[in-house]
């Protein structure tokens, strides 16, 4: 209702249908306000709210209908990729055109 950001953490493979029109977006315009239906009540509807759904499942698979409503994004480490950072900082540190010779290459 006033477009802040919420935040559901903690969800498993199965979401609630109770959240299908948020994340369906199922708006209705009446008199210029754009209206969702929460239930058996109607709130009106701010663009600039933003649902943000977390999980602490590492390999969540979700239904290919909650998959089309949002967007996923992994956030995983894992520990090889925090390793080449780890030593991208140190051999930057310890030796600079070390870091900037593999820089070059790269490109």
């Known amino acids: 209702q006033f477009g802040l950001p ?24 009446i008199g210029g ?6 239930g058996d009540k109607e709130v009106e509807y701010n663009p600039d709210f933003r649902f943000y759904i977390t999980t602490k499942m590492s390999k969540p698979h979700y239904t290919p209908e909650t998959s089309t409503k949002t967007t996923i994004v992994n956030f995983a480490v894992k520990e090889q990729g ?23 290459l790269v490109r």
Do not use: F, T
């Open 33 to 38: 306000a754009l209206i969702i239906r929460l």
């Open 82 to 104: 925090l390793e080449a950072q780890l030593l991208g900082i140190v051999v930057r540190k310890e030796r600079p055109e070390l870091e900037e010779q593999k820089d070059n």
């Open 6 to 29: 919420v935040l559901l953490q903690n969800v498993q493979e199965k979401l609630d249908p109770s959240l299908d029109p948020v994340l369906n977006k199922s708006l209705m315009k």
